[in-house]
C-alpha cells in the first residue's frame, strides 16, 4: 500500500490573549477569519509564521505586559525575519501608529473593528507596517462564528462597545460605540453550539443588558436564547446598574434556564466618587437594585467590580466603598488600584492617592471581600445543588468541577457514567472563599 505523507503548506498563526471574556472571544473570532483564509493554528511562537496578541488596554499594567512579551517575541523575529508580528485589540486601537514607534518590530497593527481585513493585512505587512484602526459603528462581525473551544459553555458576544463615558475608562475610545448583533445571527450562533454540545451559553457586552435590535430588548434576547433546544443554562455578563429593567428582572424570574448569577459592576460606595465617575446611579439607587433582584429572584449571587484611589477618593469616600461591600454581601469581587488612562475624561484630573495608598486599599477590600465570600459560601454547607459538569477538577486526583446555578465552583469525587454535559445534584460538604467541596446525592 502507497502512502503519501501531505505537508501542510498553510502559513500558521500563533495567537495569544490577554483581558477580558471579550478579548478571549475575539480572539475566536480572529481564528475563525483566519482559518477561512487558509491560515493553520501553531500551538508556539517558535511554530509560527505569523504571532498575534490580541491585546487590553484598560490598565497601564496589562499594557507593560504585552510590551514586555513584544520585546521577547522580536527576538525571534530577529533570527527569523520573515516572522510576521502583530497587535490587535484595545491596546493596538489605544496606541494606534504611536505603537510602531515604540516597537519598530511590528508588523501589522489592528483595533477590534478590523479584523475581517486581518486577512489582506498579513498578505501586505513586512513591505510596510500595516495600520488599521478605524472604529466602524456597524460592525458586529454577526456572521461569523468564532472557533468553539469543546467545552459544555462558550461565550456569545451579543453586543459590542460602550456609549457610557465612565469617566476612568478607556473602552467606548477603544470599542467604540454601543452596537447589538441581530437576534437571528445570535440565535444561529447559540443553535451551532448546542449542536455541538454546548450546554450552557453566556452572552457578552461591555454593557450586555443595553442590547437593543429593533424592537427586540435583552429581555426578549434572553428569553429566545433560553428557548433553545439543548441549551440547559443561560448566563450574560456585564451588566450595567442603570440598564437593568423590570423585564430583564422578570426574565430571570420566570424563565428557569437564566441562572441566579449577576455580576453588577458598582465601583465606589461613595455618592461623591459615583459622581465623579459619572457612573449615573447613587448608592442608594444600587441598593434598591440589589433589593429588588434579591426580592424576585430567590438565592441570587451577585459579584461586582470595586476601583480604589480614584481621583478624589478620600478616606471616608474608602470607607463607604467598605461599608457597601459589607451591605450587599457580595459572593465574589474584582478589585482594582485605579489607572490613568489617556483619553479618558478623568486623565485631565490625574491622580490625588499615592500608589502606597491604593494598594492600602486594595489589601483591605480583597481582605474584607475574602472573609465575605467564606462566610457565604459557609452558609451554604448541608444544602444541595445542581451542577453542570464541566471536566476534571484543577487538582485532579479524580475529582470532577462544575458550576452551581449560582456560578460557583463544585468539586466532588467522580462516579461511573459521568461526563463532561451532565447535570448532577450535589451536596455542600466544606467551603473556601472561592469554592464547594461537595458530594454527589
Ligand atoms: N483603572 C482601574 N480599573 C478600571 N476598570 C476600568 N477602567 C479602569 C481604570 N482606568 C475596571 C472597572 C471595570 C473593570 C472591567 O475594570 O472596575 O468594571
Ligand atoms: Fe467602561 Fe463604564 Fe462602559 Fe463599563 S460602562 S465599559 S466601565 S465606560
Do not use: W
Request: glycine share 8%; proline share 4%.
Amino acid at each position: 500500500m502507497e502512502t503519501t505523507i501531505e505537508t501542510d503548506e498553510r502559513p500558521r498563526v500563533y495567537l495569544e490573549t490577554y483581558g477580558c471574556q471579550m478579548n478571549i472571544t475575539d480572539s475566536q473570532l480572529v481564528a475563525a477569519v483566519l482559518s477561512r483564509a487558509g491560515f493553520a493554528s501553531a500551538a508556539r511562537p517558535e511554530d509560527a509564521d505569523v504571532i498575534l496578541l490580541n491585546t487590553c488596554a484598560i490598565r497601564e499594567h496589562a499594557e507593560e505586559r504585552v510590551l514586555g512579551r513584544l520585546s521577547d517575541l522580536a527576538r525571534l523575529k530577529h533570527r527569523r525575519p520573515e516572522l510576521r508580528l502583530g497587535l490587535l485589540g484595545c491596546m493596538a486601537q489605544h496606541n494606534r501608529a504611536a505603537l510602531v514607534e515604540k516597537a519598530p518590530y511590528l508588523d501589522l497593527v489592528a483595533g477590534p473593528d478590523a479584523y475581517r481585513r486581518l486577512p489582506e493585512m498579513l498578505g501586505r505587512a513586512g513591505f510596510d507596517a500595516q495600520v488599521d484602526v478605524r472604529l466602524d459603528r456597524a460592525e458586529t462581525y454577526g456572521d461569523i462564528s468564532p472557533a468553539h473551544d469543546g467545552g459544555v459553555r462558550a461565550y456569545v458576544t451579543v453586543m459590542r462597545g460602550c456609549d457610557k463615558f465612565c469617566a476612568f475608562c478607556v473602552v467606548p475610545y477603544v470599542r467604540g460605540r454601543e452596537r447589538s448583533v441581530a437576534p437571528e445571527d445570535v440565535l444561529r450562533e447559540v443553535r451551532e453550539l448546542a449542536a455541538r454540545g454546548v450546554r450552557e451559553v453566556v452572552l457578552l457586552g461591555q454593557t450586555v443588558n443595553a442590547y437593543r435590535f429593533g424592537d427586540v430588548d435583552f429581555a426578549a434576547l434572553l428569553r429566545r436564547v433560553a428557548a433553545v433546544e439543548g441549551i440547559e443554562r443561560v448566563r450574560f455578563t456585564s451588566p450595567h446598574p442603570s440598564d437593568v429593567s423590570d423585564a430583564m428582572i422578570e426574565a430571570m424570574a420566570t424563565e428557569p434556564r437564566i441562572q441566579p448569577y449577576l455580576h453588577l459592576p458598582v465601583q465606589s460606595g461613595s455618592n461623591r466618587v459615583l459622581a465623579a465617575m459619572e457612573r449615573g446611579y447613587t448608592v442608594e439607587r444600587y441598593l434598591e437594585l440589589v433589593a429588588r433582584l434579591r426580592r424576585a429572584i430567590p438565592g441570587l449571587a451577585l459579584s461586582t467590580d470595586i476601583i480604589v484611589g480614584f481621583h478624589g477618593e478620600a478616606e471616608r469616600d474608602f470607607e463607604e466603598t467598605l461599608a457597601l461591600m459589607r451591605a450587599v454581601g457580595y459572593d465574589q469581587a474584582f478589585t482594582f488600584k485605579y489607572s490613568l488612562r489617556e483619553h479618558t475624561r478623568a486623565f485631565k484630573l490625574g491622580d490625588t492617592v499615592s500608589e502606597e495608598e491604593k494598594s492600602r486599599r486594595l489589601a483591605e477590600v480583597i481582605a474584607l471581600q475574602e472573609s465575605i465570600s467564606l462566610e457565604r459560601n459557609r452558609a451554604l454547607l448541608g444544602e444541595r445543588f445542581a451542577v453542570l459538569i464541566e471536566g476534571p477538577a484543577r487538582r485532579g486526583n479524580g475529582m470532577l468541577a462544575g458550576k452551581t446555578p449560582q456560578f460557583k465552583t463544585a468539586i466532588f469525587a467522580s462516579a461511573r457514567g459521568l461526563a463532561p454535559g451532565d447535570t448532577v445534584t450535589v451536596r455542600v460538604d466544606d467551603a473556601t472563599a472561592h469554592s464547594l467541596a461537595c458530594s454527589l446525592v
